[in-house]
C-alpha cells in the first residue's frame, strides 16, 4: 500500500488504467469501514481510501479535537483488507487556502434529522466529499448505510453533479447483540455499551409496531419516551419514506403498498438519534 499525503502525489500513485474504487473516511477503523475495503476491492483495480478528520462538518461544541485519531493502527487495517493507496492528507494540503467555495445541498434533505440537530453538516460533508472525488477521480465509491441521510444526499450530490461515479452502498456491520458500528462507539463506558443496544432494538420495535398498523405518530412518540425512560437524551426517533426521507401520514404509511428506492427493494425506514451520557449515536433500519 502507497500512503500520499498531497493532491499530486496522490494523482500520480492512482492507477487510472483500472476501475478505482474509494472509500473516504475519518479513521479510526473499525470492521465496517473493511467491509467498504472489501467491497472495494471485489470491482475494483485499484482501491484508494482516505483519512481526513474534516474540521468543515463540525460545530464549535462538537467533537472535532477529540475526535479519535489513530493513524498508525488504521493504516495497518488498510493494508491487510487490500487498500492500494492510502491519501491522508493534512488540513493545509486539503486546503491550502480557506475553503471559500462550498456546497450546499437542498434543504428539503439536509436540514432536516441529522441536519436539524447539527446545522451545517452536510454543507461540510458535501465540500469535503466532493474535493476528495475531484482528488481521486473514482469510477465507484462506497458509503456504508449506517449513514443513511448521509450516503442519500451524496448519491443525490452525484447525480445532480453529472459525476461519472457509481453510488455504492453497504449494509450496516453490527456487533453481536445489533450495536451499529461506528467510531464513536469506542467513547462508551461499560454501562454505555451494554446500553447502547437499546437503539436498535427501540428501531426493531418501531419497525414492527408499522407492520402492525400502529400510527407513526404514535409509535414515535412510545419509541421517544421509551428511550428517555432509560436515560437517553433523544434528538429523533422516526419512520421516513426510505426513497426521499418524507415525513409518513397515516394514509401514506399504512395505503400504500411500497414506495420503492432506487433498487425497488424496501420501502420505509427508521431512523434514530440519541445521546447515552456523552456519546451521540445514530442508526437506522430499513423495511
Not at 492500494?84 to 492528507?89: I, N, Q, R, T, Y
Amino acid at each position: 500500500m502507497i500512503t500520499v499525503r498531497t493532491i499530486s502525489q496522490l494523482r500520480s500513485s492512482v492507477d487510472h488504467s483500472k476501475v478505482v474504487g474509494f472509500v473516504p473516511t475519518m479513521g479510526n477503523l473499525h470492521a465496517g469501514h473493511l467491509d467498504l475495503i472489501s467491497r472495494a476491492k471485489q470491482h475494483s483495480g485499484c482501491v484508494v481510501s482516505s483519512i481526513f478528520v474534516n474540521r468543515l462538518q463540525f460545530a464549535p461544541h462538537e467533537d472535532f479535537d477529540s475526535y479519535p485519531r489513530t493513524f498508525i493502527e488504521d493504516s495497518k487495517k488498510l493494508e491487510a483488507a487490500g487498500c492500494d493507496v492510502l491519501f491522508a492528507p493534512r488540513e493545509e494540503d486539503l486546503y491550502p487556502v480557506p475553503q471559500g467555495f462550498q456546497v450546499s445541498p437542498p434543504e428539503e434533505l439536509a436540514d432536516i434529522l441529522e441536519g436539524e440537530f447539527r446545522p451545517g453538516f452536510f454543507k461540510g460533508v458535501c465540500t469535503v466529499v466532493l474535493k476528495l472525488f475531484n482528488c481521486v477521480h473514482p469510477n465507484r465509491v462506497y458509503f456504508g448505510r449506517k449513514d443513511y441521510q448521509q450516503a442519500m444526499i451524496i448519491d443525490h450530490m452525484i447525480s445532480q453533479m453529472a459525476l461519472p461515479i457509481e453510488m455504492v452502498k453497504v449494509p450496516t456491520r453490527r456487533e453481536v447483540d445489533g450495536l451499529a458500528m461506528s467510531s464513536r462507539n469506542g467513547y462508551l463506558s461499560d454501562p454505555e455499551r451494554a446500553e447502547a443496544v437499546q437503539l436498535y432494538l427501540t428501531l426493531c420495535q418501531m419497525r414492527e409496531s408499522f407492520k402492525e398498523g400502529k400510527s407513526v405518530a404514535l409509535i414515535e412518540q412510545e419509541a421517544m419516551q421509551h428511550l428517555q425512560a432509560r436515560g437517553w437524551k433523544t434528538d429523533y426517533l422516526t419512520i421516513r419514506s426510505a426513497l426521499d426521507l418524507t415525513a409518513l401520514d397515516q394514509s401514506t404509511a399504512h395505503n400504500a403498498t411500497h414506495l420503492p428506492d432506487k433498487n425497488n427493494t424496501v420501502s420505509f425506514v427508521a431512523l434514530g438519534a440519541a445521546r447515552i451520557g456523552k456519546t451521540r449515536l445514530i442508526d437506522n433500519l430499513e423495511f
